[in-house]
């Protein structure tokens, strides 16, 4: 269950997608980064747009600004190969953004004993996230409805009050100016 959530740890969401970066993989698979993109790019037709996509400067900017308030967490929740790996990461190069079948793919790249188990471990990852994100949705969807129903309340309760002062008036008014009690002074 903790390699499950040292791979969520690694899932991001850019341009839409939930997606693992290549140092992030390399490092689950046990491999230099250089290793990982050269087998993909010997297998290019694998890896269609909605599959891989490198990352533009701005979006590797803000990974890595993210990495940096993350690294904590990191250190505490991965092995000591993973931590050792993203410090060894050349900045400079734009990094592979994997879609989840981006990952699938590489289950058929990267053939290693490794791979394939730590692959099963990802897509169980992503599912989890999906479960995860599924029930958010549903979260939202009942907060929105006990939101509408105490608007509702809250108009209904407004009535009440209003009809209960009105009675109150009505009946105040109703008393005669003799039969009310004196205020004031007393002789």
């Known amino acids: 269950m903790q ?9 991001y969401e850019i341009r839409g997608e939930r997606v693992m970066l290549d140092y992030d993989l390399a490092a689950l698979y046990e491999v ?10 010997r297998n290019i037709k694998r890896f269609p747009e909605d599959f891989m996509f490198r990352l533009n400067a701005d979006e590797w900017q803000s990974m890595r600004s ?13 092995s000591p190969f ?43 990852a992503f599912v989890e996230v999906r479960r995860v994100l599924l029930q958010q949705t549903d979260i939202k969807d009942q907060l929105r409805l006990i939101q509408e129903r105490t608007t509702e309340h809250d108009v209904q309760l407004s009535h009440i009050y209003d009809s209960i002062e009105n009675l109150l008036d009505e009946k105040a008014a109703q008393r005669k100016w003799e039969e009310r009690e004196p205020i004031g002074f007393k002789k």
């Open 3 to 11: 390699i499950i959530q040292t791979i969520q740890n690694r899932i």
């Open 32 to 41: 230099q980064t250089k290793v990982l993109n050269q087998a993909v790019k």
């Open 66 to 78: 993210q990495t940096v308030t993350t690294s904590e967490t990191i250190k505490r929740s991965a």
């Open 82 to 124: 993973v931590t050792a790996s993203q410090k060894k990461r050349n900045i400079n190069v734009l990094p592979y953004a994997f879609t989840e079948q981006g990952v699938a793919m590489l289950s058929g790249v990267l053939n290693s004993d490794r791979a394939i188990n730590m692959n099963i471990a990802i897509m169980r």
